[in-house]
C-alpha cells in the first residue's frame, strides 16, 4: 500500500531558527497536506497543495509531485510551534482518502 | 470554519462490549472519515463515507462498522470490543480533493 516517510523524527530548535521538515511519498499523490497537533490535541490543518509552493504566514509548503516528495519551512521559529508535524499524501482526487506519515516532532526551546 | 464534534470525548469499556462512537459536523462535506492514532502506527483509516447512506472500508476496517444516517452524522460501531481496539479514534470531515478537519478525538480504553 502506499507509505508516508517523514523526516526528521524529531527536530530541537532554538527560538528563532528555521525549520524544513521533509515528507516522501511512495506512490503518486494528487496533493499533500499538512497537519499540526500539540500532544492530547486534534489535528490542525496548516496547508494543502497539488503541486508547486504555497505560503501561510511563516509557514512554506513545497510539493514536488513527480519526485514523490514534499516540504514543510518554517521560519523565525517560536515556542508556540513545538508540537507533532504530520504529513498525509491523498492518492487519488475522488475519494478525498489521505495516507499519513508518522510525524516530525519538533521542540523549540527560548 | 469547519466543524466537526465528536462524543463521547472519553469512553471506558469492557472486552466484548458494544462501543459507538459519535461525529456530527455542520458544514454540509459530502466526505466524512473514521481514523484511529495509535504510537508507532500513525493515523490509520477505518471506514469512510461519500455521503448519507454511503460507508466504505478504509485500510483497516476489521472490527468495525459505520453507519452514515445522514449528511451530519457518521457513527463508528465496536460490536464486540477487543483491548486492542484501545486507542484515539478521529473523525474528520471535507470534500473529495480538499482539505479535511478534524473533530477533538475520543480517547477509548477497552478493559
Known amino acids: 500500500g502506499q507509505q508516508v516517510q517523514q523526516s526528521p523524527a524529531s527536530l530541537v530548535l532554538q527560538e528563532g531558527e528555521n525549520a524544513e521538515l521533509q515528507c516522501n511519498f511512495s506512490s503518486t499523490a494528487t496533493r499533500l497536506q499538512w497537519f499540526y497537533q500539540r500532544p492530547g490535541g486534534s489535528l490542525v490543518s496548516l496547508l494543502s497543495n497539488p503541486s508547486g509552493t504555497k505560503h501561510t504566514g511563516r509557514l512554506t509548503s513545497t510539493t514536488v509531485t513527480k519526485e514523490r516528495r514534499g516540504s514543510l519551512h518554517i521560519s523565525s521559529s517560536q515556542i508556540t510551534d513545538s508540537g507533532t508535524y504530520l504529513c498525509a499524501m491523498a492518492p487519488g482526487a475522488n475519494t478525498g482518502k489521505l495516507t499519513f506519515g508518522h510525524g516530525t516532532i519538533l521542540r523549540v526551546h527560548p | 470554519e469547519a466543524a466537526v464534534t465528536q462524543s463521547p470525548r472519553n469512553k471506558v469499556a469492557v472486552t466484548g462490549g458494544k462501543v459507538t462512537l459519535s461525529c456530527n459536523q455542520t458544514n454540509n462535506h459530502n466526505n466524512m472519515y473514521w481514523y484511529r492514532q495509535d504510537t508507532g502506527h500513525g493515523l490509520r483509516l477505518i471506514h469512510y463515507s461519500y455521503g448519507a447512506g454511503s460507508t466504505e472500508k478504509g485500510d483497516i476496517p476489521d472490527g468495525y462498522k459505520a453507519s452514515r444516517p445522514s449528511q451530519e452524522n457518521f457513527s463508528l460501531i465496536l460490536e464486540l470490543a477487543t483491548p486492542s481496539q484501545t486507542s484515539v479514534y478521529f473523525c474528520?470531515?471535507?470534500?473529495?480533493?480538499?482539505?479535511?478537519?478534524f473533530g477533538p478525538g475520543t480517547r477509548l480504553l477497552v478493559l
Open positions: 474528520a470531515s471535507g470534500d473529495a480533493g480538499a482539505t479535511q478537519y
